[in-house]
């Protein structure tokens, strides 16, 4: 399994799902960083949505 980038929504989010195994896999990606390489959470879009409505 290659490691996977994601914003800090989506490790959070990813934190409670995941076992700490998989969690292994995962780096958040600093902020200044997402608008460049994104998220890669099939989770992404619908945390974002949430939070602003």
């Given at each position: 399994m290659?490691?996977e ?5 989506c490790y ?12 292994k896999?995962?780096?958040?990606i600093?902020?200044n960083?997402?608008h460049?390489?994104?998220c890669k ?9 949430s939070?602003?409505?």
């Open positions: 290659e490691i980038f994601v914003c800090s929504v959070k989010f990813l934190s409670t799902v995941y076992d700490k195994r998989r969690m896999h995962l780096r958040v600093p902020d960083m997402l460049v390489d994104g959470s099939m989770y992404h879009k619908k945390l974002t949505d939070f602003k409505s």
